[in-house]
């Protein structure tokens, strides 16, 4: 416990709990779902640190019946001994002293940073209560914490001959605005650490229904698997995943690829297992191997003619999904949204290793290389055509011109921070929209039906469809490199789709485009959902909405059955008169808007590739498990 010698840097663990507690968003993001969900996080990277030292191989977690949750792993425990100079337990140290938790642990590589990292004090605080449990010298000791403050001392309680510790807690609901827990979320957490944490067992049981549900995640692939998964609904053009690691003094590298016959890239980096969305030199360095390596192997081997020029990186990287995952002792996390690499060492090491390795491979495996190298040669005519046909419209081209598409109705208002935009399903949705908006600051554009489906067009397809050109036009801000921030016409773009499938299913391609070519747009959180009702019901003069299946329910339970109510179900927004659908979903003063986040790109990917991608068998499974679950990519 050397390391706790009271040093100037340490000054923050004086900062009490009751600043977690009055400010909880600045520890954890937000009060919504997103950090609800970051309370559970925060503890398993705790326990995943443990992996990471070598000492954890189990990791469960437990949605309990009262919404509390529990993590439980087999590592070393929390040190129990009393710390000098604090006159109280490493355990309590640990969860109620604010960056406490780095303090312990020494050396070995850590989840710290990102959006996670804050330590479990902060858990503690934002929790009704918290129980902790360790196992450590054949003995078990437990302690209880209420919004942070300990209501009792570390006690032993018994013997045991195994070794761990066992956190469950209750997010406090005077700080939530929702404590459900979404264990698709959670799962999908454990599955990628899983991936990241080759041989590493996790464990979901969800008790909270009368019948459990348990997900169980190991992959002895590691991040092999994950490529796999990555294409699991994609042809990949060579069988075997390419796979290498490296290990240099304070740098573990571990780089897993593979082809797919599609035009996307699907490239996720990790450091210390935090995603960094945001990239960085890890990203980089991969990159840049990339291109070069492939550069030099098809021009050696003469598939490349001296006089033409070289193939760009982001042909070489067309179809390709990969995993870069690198463990490094000292990550410095940047960026808005601390997800992304800055540690210089990085970019070198990833660029050596994958430059000498990818050239062994290509030179050892011919057969996989030439199926690799005439991809990219075919990314690259494609793309060159592409770009002629691109520069002799330039002049003309509806990215450049100020006509708006016909069909838009725009709003009077010229600041952009006060205007919005919704892209409507159908004309006859859309005609009711223009008559219900209040067009100082409301602009309606129909889109008709389907829109056309990215996923499986190049970009040159995909900008020549009138709906998609009717709303890059519209919003003014181009695709792509082209892409400018600065020029939406519109601050809000408000998707607003039929409750149903086909509602559902247009929305998902518009977020595809959205996300797929417009990606800042979604992160500069300009896109939403509009939430029409699905009920309405009157009685006497009273006319109430219900926008959910549950919220019906329990608008029945409340008004009187003998009253004589008239119940309208919407199916669609063509059923509702300009004056409901104000009422009810465009005035900012009733309506509700869901923001569209990429919290998880990954999650995000997987879904769009489903939905969208060649293969039939997946998307109507999925279609059909989130039929009556419109929402189901609201987080
Ligand atoms: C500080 C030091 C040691 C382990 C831990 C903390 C630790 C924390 C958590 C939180 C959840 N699970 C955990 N497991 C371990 C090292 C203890 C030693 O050297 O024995």
């Not at 067009?439 to 998609?468: D, T, W, Y």
Request: aromatic share 8%; charged share 30%.
């Amino acid at each position: 416990m050397k390391e706790l010698d009271y040093t100037a840097k340490d000054i923050t663990i004086l900062e009490g709990l009751e600043a977690v507690r009055k400010r909880p968003s600045m520890y954890i993001g937000s009060t919504g779902p997103r950090g609800l969900h970051h309370l559970i996080y925060e503890v398993i990277d705790n326990s995943i640190d443990e992996a990471l030292a070598g000492y954890c191989k189990k990791i469960e977690v437990y949605l309990l019946s009262d919404g509390s949750v529990r993590v439980v792993d087999d590592g070393r425990g929390i040190p129990v001994e009393n710390v000098p100079n604090y006159g109280c337990t490493a355990v309590e140290i640990v969860l109620t002293k604010l960056h406490a938790g780095a303090k312990f642990g020494g050396s070995g590589y850590k989840v710290a940073g990102g959006l996670h990292g804050v330590g479990l004090s902060v858990v503690n605080a934002l929790s009704e209560w918290l129980e902790v449990e360790v196992r450590r010298d054949n003995k078990k000791y437990r302690q209880r914490f209420e919004r942070g403050e300990p209501v009792s001392p570390l006690k032993e309680c018994g013997f045991i001959n195994s070794r761990g510790t066992t956190i469950t807690f209750l997010p406090d609901s005077l700080i939530f605005e929702e404590t459900h827990i979404n264990e698709e979320i959670v799962c999908q957490r454990l599955k990628e650490m899983a991936f990241l944490n080759k041989g590493l067992y996790l464990t979901l049981i969800d008790q909270r229904l009368k019948e459990e549900k348990r997900y169980e995640f190991c992959f002895n692939g590691g991040i092999i698997d994950f490529v796999k998964h990555l294409n699991a609904n994609k042809d990949p053009i060579h069988e075997k995943v390419i796979y290498f690691e490296s290990q240099a003094k304070d740098m573990h590298l571990e780089v897993a690829m593979q082809y797919n016959d599609g035009y996307l890239e699907s490239i996720y980096s990790f450091a210390n297992d935090i995603n960094t969305q945001e990239g960085g030199t890890h990203l980089s360095g991969f990159k840049a191997a990339l291109t070069r390596t492939i550069n030099d192997y098809t021009r050696a081997k003469g598939f490349l003619k001296e006089k033409e020029e070289n193939l760009s990186g982001e042909d070489t990287r067309e179809g390709l999904a990969a995993i870069i995952s690198i463990k490094l002792k000292n990550p410095q996390f940047e960026g808005q949204t601390k997800t992304k690499l800055g540690n210089t060492e990085a970019r070198s090491f990833v660029e050596a290793v994958v430059s000498t390795k990818l050239r062994e491979f290509l030179e050892e495996n011919p057969n996989e290389a030439r199926l690799i190298v005439s991809k990219i040669l075919n990314a690259t005519r494609a793309r060159q055509a592409a770009r002629k046909a691109r520069e002799l419209v330039r002049r003309k081209s509806f990215l450049e011109t100020t006509t708006l598409p016909g069909k838009l109705a725009d709003c009077a208002c010229q600041d952009p921070s006060k205007a919005e935009i919704f892209l409507v399903e159908g004309d006859s949705a859309g005609g009711s929209a223009k008559q219900a908006r209040d067009r100082h600051f409301q602009a309606i554009l129909p889109l008709k039906g389907k829109i056309l489906n990215v996923e499986k067009a190049r970009i040159n397809k995909i900008l020549s469809s009138q709906e998609i050109q009717a709303i890059i036009t519209a919003l003014g801000t181009g695709v792509n490199e082209d892409f400018n921030l600065s020029s939406a016409r519109y601050h809000k773009a408000i998707i607003m789709t039929d409750a149903d499938v086909d509602g559902a299913h247009i929305r998902a391609l518009i977020l595809t485009f959205f996300y797929r070519y417009m990606q800042p747009l979604i992160e500069a959180g300009f896109v939403y959902i509009a939430q029409p009702p699905l009920y309405r019901l009157q009685y006497d003069q009273t006319v109430r909405y219900a926008y959910s299946e549950k919220e019906m329910s329990e608008l029945l339970k409340e008004v009187d059955q003998k009253k004589g109510i008239t119940i309208q179900r919407y199916k669609g927004l063509g059923e509702m008169n300009p004056t409901q659908l104000w009422e009810t979903t465009m005035d900012p003063k009733r309506r509700t808007l869901l923001k569209v986040t990429i919290e998880d790109a990954i999650m995000a990917d997987e879904i769009f590739s489903i939905l969208m991608g060649d293969k039939v068998e997946p998307r109507r499974e999925f279609i059909q498990r989130h039929a009556k679950d419109v929402r189901f990519l609201d987080i």
